[in-house]
């Protein structure tokens, strides 16, 4: 499993948002300049988050963006599922597996015990934890 530059993107953005929030909307010119991404390629991620409801979004003078949660509410694993689709390292260890083989495979809890990792690992740290800088949640030394 690899996480693109959109999922990296999208943590760097919304740490980007909680630390810069105040009463007012950031403009998205604003976060690209800081972040040194492009600001069409920073709309494509911003808009998901705008569906799920984690980012408001307002237009016009005085627009831009915030987020809609606390940081400590919105999850690493959420982020990243939203913008990769899959944390899975294998696609039978995925939400729906379908590998004829999984019931005479021996790797099967392999992996499945693997994706668990994984998903507990990224749920255990929120936006709020990666503005602090510190570790939290398990060890896994993998």
Same mark, same amino acid.
């Given at each position: 499993?690899?996480?693109?530059?959109?999922? !990296?993107?999208?943590?760097?953005? %919304?740490? /980007? =948002? #909680?630390?810069? @929030? !105040?009463?007012?909307?950031?403009? %998205?010119? /604003? =976060? #690209?300049?800081? @972040?040194?991404?492009?600001?069409?390629? %920073?709309?494509?991620?911003?808009?998901?988050?705008?569906?799920?409801?984690?980012?408001?979004?307002?237009?016009?003078?005085?627009?831009?963006?915030?987020?809609?949660?606390?940081?400590?509410?919105?999850?690493?694993?959420?982020?990243?599922?939203?913008?990769?689709?899959?944390?899975?390292?294998?696609?039978?260890?995925?939400?729906?597996?379908?590998?004829?083989?999984?019931?005479?495979?021996?790797?099967?809890?392999?992996?499945?015990?693997?994706?668990?990792?994984?998903?507990?690992?990224?749920?255990?740290?929120?936006?709020?934890?990666?503005?602090?800088?510190?570790?939290?949640?398990?060890?896994?030394?993998?």
């Amino acid at each position: 499993m690899t996480i693109s530059t959109r999922g !990296r993107y999208a943590l760097r953005v %919304l740490i /980007d =948002m #909680a630390e810069n @929030q !105040r009463d007012v909307y950031i403009p %998205l010119k /604003d =976060m #690209a300049a800081r @972040q040194e991404i492009s600001e069409k390629y %920073l709309e494509s991620i911003i808009k998901v988050f705008v569906k799920e409801q984690i980012v408001t979004a307002v237009r016009g003078k005085g627009g831009g963006y915030r987020l809609s949660r606390q940081p400590e509410e919105i999850s690493v694993e959420e982020v990243l599922l939203l913008t990769e689709g899959t944390l899975s390292p294998v696609a039978c260890a995925g939400a729906s597996p379908s590998c004829r083989r999984m019931e005479d495979c021996r790797t099967t809890a392999l992996w499945q015990g693997l994706n668990q990792v994984i998903h507990e690992y990224l749920s255990s740290y929120s936006i709020r934890d990666l503005m602090a800088g510190a570790g939290c949640g398990y060890d896994y030394i993998i």
